[in-house]
């Protein structure tokens, strides 16, 4: 399947002091051009100060729907431990309907322990987070069909993760699209594992946008050539300097005019 290239720009919401600095620069990212807006589902900063400001993902994306006119948004990516999972589902659904359907549901299993640890939730291991993600995405897709109204669109689902036995399954089944951090050569491994996923549940594994970071422009051309279709540049506060995602943005609209003729 042939999909245009598309850039992200995930905005974390750590080390600004004031919520406007972030509300500038949502504004920034899509009068500059970005496909979609990301944030992030932690509590505390990734990097630098542990201790420095940070904002909360959900409530967040309720403003940037009503901010925003034209990007797509979401977490890249919800943490599967923090929220009940039917009430995640009513809040995608809510701000699916304020940005008028252009919400991503992105997902993952969780992995910063500081995050559970302090806000009281069971951090366990990786096995059992990842059979609460399964769970959970069952519960989603089953309360967003009962809904009422029920989302503007079907609801994109992003899953974010690498592993093979599990995470990858989970992709198959449920995935839209597919987030993960590998070069060229580690993608074209994980594509033939998700493939198989795929092939025994029945799904079709081109179907799933494969998304990856941002790495720069050679290694861009490389893993596009591999099947990447999404790249998101990550970017911190306070200043929230965009010359990269322009960068981007750049290489986005010199790859997409012959993408488009093909799909003419």
């Not at 992995?111 to 640890?117: E, I, K, P, V």
């Not at 959970?136 to 093979?164: Q, S, Y």
Request: charged fraction near 25%; hydrophobic fraction near 40%; charge should be negative.
């Amino acid at each position: 399947m042939s999909r245009p290239v598309r850039i992200g720009v995930q905005l974390q919401p750590q080390h600004a002091p004031d919520y406007a600095l972030i509300r500038d620069a949502v504004l920034r990212a899509e009068d500059a051009g970005v496909d979609i807006v990301f944030n992030w589902d932690h509590f505390f900063p990734l990097t630098g100060d542990p201790a420095g400001a940070h904002f909360e993902c959900w409530t967040m994306l309720g403003a940037w729907a009503e901010q925003t006119e034209r990007v797509e948004l979401g977490a890249l990516v919800t943490g599967g431990g923090y929220r009940n999972p039917d009430l995640l589902a009513d809040m995608a659904r809510t701000v699916d309907h304020i940005s008028g359907g252009r919400l991503i549901l992105g997902i993952g299993a969780g992995w910063f322990q500081r995050d559970y640890d302090e806000y009281g939730y069971d951090f366990g291991t990786p096995g059992t987070r990842l059979n609460l993600l399964k769970d959970n995405l069952a519960r989603i897709k089953t309360r967003l069909a009962k809904l009422n109204p029920g989302p503007v669109r079907e609801i994109p689902i992003l899953i974010g993760g690498g592993g093979e036995r599990k995470t990858l399954r989970l992709v198959a089944e449920y995935a839209d699209i597919w987030h993960s951090f590998v070069d060229v050569d580690t993608l074209a491994h994980k594509n033939k594992v998700l493939a198989e996923h795929a092939a025994a549940v029945g799904a079709d594994a081109d179907r799933i946008e494969r998304s990856v970071q941002w790495q720069g422009r050679e290694q861009a051309d490389a893993l596009h050539a591999a099947g990447v279709t999404l790249f998101t540049v990550g970017v911190s506060g306070p200043d929230y300097d965009l010359g990269t995602v322009r960068k981007a943005i750049e290489w986005r609209d010199d790859v997409n005019p012959e993408l488009l003729e093909g799909l003419a």
